[in-house]
């Protein structure tokens, strides 16, 4: 069985919206699932994860959410050796930086030692056409597919 992490910060909801779509795919395809909201996440028990899909919102002009500030700090001191991730967010397209949040924290993740997964999942403001959502489950389904690869497991 795989065991995932999806940590997010939001605001509005639009951001936890697309965690709750991402963690419905994994408990379909029978993963153990941990959610929880990034400013009560110990960065350093992440490596308890086969895979970790970490999520927040775009603040400002393009830095991170305060909720999200320490859990980035943190990542500092802490070296994940191969841990598989993927980052997802959402944002505003009236402002100059889409969701930059989301490149931060993957590029962070990155620099830590994990392999992150190519595709970063950015959804305009909330996930409510049935094209969003689609896309919503398509990276979920998509990053479960890889994360089972790395693992060289079949949880299937």
Same mark, same amino acid.
């Given at each position: 069985m795989l065991k995932a992490f999806i940590g997010y910060a939001s605001m509005s909801g639009n951001t936890e919206d697309i965690a709750n779509i991402i963690q419905e795919v994994l408990a379909h395809k029978g993963c153990e699932v941990e959610m929880q909201c990034l400013d009560t996440v110990d960065a350093d028990t992440l490596s308890e994860y086969d895979c970790v899909f970490i999520g927040?919102?775009?603040?400002?002009?393009?830095?991170? !959410?305060?909720?999200a500030e320490d859990f980035f700090d943190e990542l500092d001191a802490l070296k994940f050796n191969g841990l598989n991730a993927a980052c997802f967010g959402s944002g505003d397209r009236a402002y100059p930086k889409y969701c930059a949040a989301v490149d931060l924290l993957a590029n962070k993740l990155a620099e830590r030692g994990c392999?992150?997964?190519?595709?970063?999942?950015?959804?305009?403001?909330? !996930?409510e056409t049935d094209a969003q959502i689609k896309e919503c489950k398509e990276f979920a389904e998509n990053v479960y597919s890889w994360s089972i690869e790395k693992k060289g497991k079949s949880y299937v």
């Open positions: 927040a919102y775009t603040w400002g002009d393009g830095d991170l !959410p305060y909720e392999h992150v997964f190519d595709q970063l999942l950015k959804i305009e403001l909330n !996930p």
